[in-house]
């Protein structure tokens, strides 16, 4: 299992072959086999195959070619709806309409998004998460139909492999790991723990074709900018609040 | 792989034998294989073994017997602290002291988190996740000298397992999952999709024990209740806003 974990790669580009419902409902139930917050599992998952659907999504994940094309989306979404509307049918009364709660459920969220990945993967399929549905929260809410307590988290592409990409490069792993505190890094660390990933061929292809000095400024002036940042921060959170998470 | 993955439980009692150091360092190298937002990998994980340590952090997680007794713990923690060091060496201005950024950082250290555990488990070891880390992220972040834009997110122990619990129930998979949209619940679908978990042996126990008519009022009255849930809201928010993450 090791071997397979270390040589994942993430996969953008799909063979036109169906993954069936079937697969996906095996994987899925894989994935919930993982831990959850006092095994109330605060997630859902909603299947996006249907073109007209794909159509509306693809906006929201700013008609990315990987989502485009893909055979398959799913978006994994922290969901308290469920357990509430049981707290109420059973006498019980809920206190999970706040910022906690939503943290809890979109942590439950993850640990199923992740496995189902490792999982899928393990069976020869490929995925991509999308980063774009923290952005645009509110809009795939609505074109899927999520109700109250419901706020999606990541949005995951899934189909067989048509492409075997190089591995992507990762800090050196003792840089991310403390023991017992937290060494915070000298500048001296910084120089040493990104010297690998400035010194790539792409690395350095990225600064020339965005006319760019350093690698550092085509993350902070093209890839993540801070007018964006704050944007989509505003709209997340005024997004939980409408969900009825910020009581 | 999907064998052992539908296998899995939770271990919360461990043997007295230690996990070296080399092990964790190769299972968390693994781990950082896992997708992570633009290759920015946000975050960083710190290893509790240390036996004065773990007396210092042991009441933040609610001296749980499975925190006091197990050989090591490992906290995960949303990490821009780094990122933002090497921007601002490199003459680039971040933007990530926004909730954004925050979430972005959570979900990367969730990947981790969870790809550990699949990664450890698959080599025989046992892990248990604590969600008591949300709650007091500002007491365990202190006693692990946490930085501003470091903040934990999740602890789990780890060890090799001395039990061999039964497996836990779980929902029916297809009441998780929403094929294109999200179908909403109707009082007959709460019933049916709970019906397992109210007729087990061990949720009939929990109801008498605690006294409760359902076992729905065990969950809000007795383990997750709305005043801790709104008293660690305003903590966390507040903490965030500290670790420079509401900007």
Redesign the interface.
């Known amino acids: 299992?090791?071997t397979?974990?270390?040589n994942?790669r993430?996969i953008r580009k799909y063979q036109q072959k169906e993954v069936d419902?079937q697969t996906?409902?095996?994987?899925?139930?894989?994935?919930?086999?993982?831990?959850t917050?006092?095994?109330?599992?605060l997630?859902?998952?909603?299947?996006?195959?249907?073109a007209k659907?794909k159509e509306q999504l693809a906006p929201t994940h700013f008609n990315q070619p990987t989502f485009v094309n893909a055979p398959v989306a799913l978006t994994f979404?922290a969901d308290y709806?469920?357990?509430v509307?049981?707290?109420e049918?059973?006498?019980?009364?809920?206190?999970?309409d706040?910022?906690?709660?939503f943290?809890?459920a979109?942590?439950d969220t993850?640990?199923v998004?992740?496995?189902f990945?490792?999982?899928a993967e393990?069976?020869g399929l490929g995925?991509?998460?999308l980063?774009t549905t923290?952005?645009n929260a509110r809009a795939i809410a609505k074109i899927?139909?999520?109700?109250k307590l419901?706020v999606p988290?990541?949005t995951i592409t899934v189909g067989y492999p048509a492409e075997d990409p190089e591995q992507?490069?990762?800090?050196p792993?003792?840089?991310?790991?403390?023991?017992?505190?937290?060494k915070?890094?000298t500048?001296a660390d910084?120089?040493r723990?990104?010297a690998n990933k400035e010194n790539l061929k792409e690395s350095k292809k990225f600064i020339a074709e965005n006319n760019k000095?350093?690698?550092?400024?085509v993350?902070?002036?093209i890839?993540?900018?801070?007018?964006d940042?704050?944007a989509?921060?505003q709209s997340?959170?005024d997004f939980l609040k409408e969900q009825g998470f910020m009581?």
């Open positions: 299992m090791l397979s974990l270390n994942r993430t419902n996906l409902t095996q994987l899925l139930e894989t994935a919930f086999r993982a831990s917050t006092g095994n109330m599992q997630y859902s998952v909603v299947v996006t195959k249907d659907m979404c709806n469920r357990f509307k049981w707290c049918q059973r006498e019980a009364e809920p206190g999970y706040n910022f906690l709660s943290l809890n979109a942590i993850m640990l998004a992740q496995t990945c490792v999982a393990g069976q995925i991509c998460y980063g923290t952005y899927l139909d999520l109700p419901v988290i990541t992507t490069d990762r800090l792993a003792d840089s991310l790991i403390h023991f017992e505190k937290y915070d890094y500048p910084i120089d723990i990104y000095k350093t690698l550092a400024q993350y902070t002036d890839r993540y900018k801070k007018a940042n704050e989509f921060s997340m959170l009581k």
